[in-house]
């Protein structure tokens, strides 16, 4: 039998879906009756069944010495030169238009995030981080092992992984579950030693953050927003409190004012990319160097 693999759109958006959903059952937790509606829980169910094969081998996969090597490999090379709108033309080659699953291109996506920040009058940084949040997607066309070390929820490798990751179960079969040292509460880490010191799970987030942090005029909060926003189990499970510090409480601020621009935007009426091409090259200008090593 011959399985067709799922398209990257249709596990990325899927997997957004899960976050959207899941978002709603977290918000509406207080007044929420299970007895009552269950369309919710159906609805979650159904979207965790598609993306449920892609976490088990992203689970199994993230582990510390793969995490160490793809900085390594990070390090290397740059694998692009090219500028901002560029690069949002590039990501949107990955759109298979025969998938039914997908929602919105990833262009789309990007203008739509941005477009709600600006209609609700925030700053242009943040409008900025809008438009590039999911620009790291571009390691799936650079050559990423699968999609697994593109996608998905985020968490911490080297200390004990979190009950607060999705499906923790498959989280068993992570090599690094049963290691002395990445097996304990703290692993390689000390007690609120910060975020900025501990290594997430590899993946668009991580790598954009990697690449902008040197090439870009954003403020540590536009930083923030982009290196955390998979990051579910901390910002909005309130996991890994034992290894983060003051300074991370400010991110925790910023990744949740962005959290819902990147998820609920994609209900907002379509754009048109040519049209606000003059006003994002420009805020583009401002921002980031006209050619990005990437
Ligand atoms: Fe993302
Ligand atoms: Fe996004």
Redesign the pocket.
């Known amino acids: 039998m011959h399985i067709i693999e799922p398209t990257f759109e249709s596990v990325s958006d899927n997997i ?1 879906k899960v976050n959207i959903i899941k978002g709603k059952l977290w918000d509406e937790q207080a007044q929420f009756d299970a007895g009552k509606d269950k369309t919710q829980f159906r609805q979650f169910e159904a979207a965790c069944e598609r993306v449920k094969n892609f976490y088990k081998e992203q689970h199994e996969k993230q582990t510390v010495e793969f995490n160490i090597n793809a900085r390594v490999k990070f390090r290397k090379d740059v694998r692009a030169r090219m500028g901002i709108w560029e690069a949002m033309e590039k990501l949107n080659t990955l759109v298979d238009d025969s998938d039914p699953d997908t929602d919105v291109s990833q262009i789309e ?2 203008l739509q ?1 941005a477009e709600a920040i600006r209609r609700d009058g925030k700053p242009e940084w943040m409008q900025a981080v809008g438009l590039v ?2 620009l790291g997607k571009l390691l799936y066309i650079f050559g990423s092992e699968g999609q697994w070390d593109v996608v998905g929820d985020t968490f911490v490798v080297g200390c004990q992984f979190s009950d607060k990751i999705i499906y923790p179960e498959t989280m068993a079969s992570n090599p690094d579950s049963k290691d002395p040292i990445y097996s304990t509460e703290y692993g390689v880490y000390r007690p609120h030693c910060g975020l900025e010191n501990v290594m997430l799970s590899w993946g668009h987030d991580e790598y954009l953050y990697h690449v902008l942090k040197n090439q870009s005029s954003l403020p540590d909060e536009g930083l923030a927003m982009i290196r955390y ?1 998979s990051f579910y189990p901390w910002h909005r499970e309130g996991a890994y409190r034992h290894l983060t510090n003051a300074a991370d409480e400010k991110s925790l601020e910023a990744v949740r004012a962005f959290n819902p621009y ?1 998820l609920y935007s994609k209900n907002d009426d379509t754009v048109d990319s040519e049209a606000l091409k003059p006003y994002y090259s420009s805020l583009i200008e401002k921002i980031f160097p006209e050619v990005i090593e990437w």
Do not use: Y
């Open positions: 957004d996506h990007l995030t949040h999911d926003h990147d």
